[in-house]
């Protein structure tokens, strides 16, 4: 099965930032649009961010104007720039397209505290 890789995330305290990576092999990339979810402990899996193949972009109100998403399609990876962030944004991220078509990945974690 082919699941994306997530890297980059960690601890940070809040107003810091974090840049996450995905890489993501197979038609799947090529052809969706591509997106970063995000679950917190005891809650549903959510999406936070989507990027098209074109570049357009989507947010969660959440999170918007705080996260840029971005995608290389010739290298098949997917990015998420992480700013001012809050307690509240910690969680396990994870990247797929949308709707989902991947097998899910390990997720990284990330970690909002003082």
């Known amino acids: 099965q082919v699941q994306p890789v997530e890297s980059g995330g960690g601890l940070v305290q809040p107003g810091g930032s974090l840049r996450l990576s995905c890489a993501a092999s197979?038609?799947?990339?090529?052809?969706?649009?591509m997106g970063w979810y995000r679950q917190a402990p005891g809650k549903r899996r959510e999406l936070v961010a989507h990027?098209?193949?074109?570049?357009?972009?989507n947010f969660a109100d959440s999170v918007k104007g705080r996260f840029t998403i971005s995608r290389d399609n010739a290298r098949n990876t997917v990015s998420l720039q992480m700013n001012s962030l809050k307690p509240e944004d910690t969680a396990v991220y994870y990247c797929?397209?949308?709707?989902?078509?991947?097998?899910w990945g390990q997720g990284t974690q990330v970690t909002v505290s003082s």
């Open positions: 197979g038609s799947i990339f090529s052809i969706n649009a």
């Open positions: 990027i098209t193949r074109g570049g357009s972009t």
């Open positions: 797929n397209s949308v709707p989902p078509g991947y097998t």
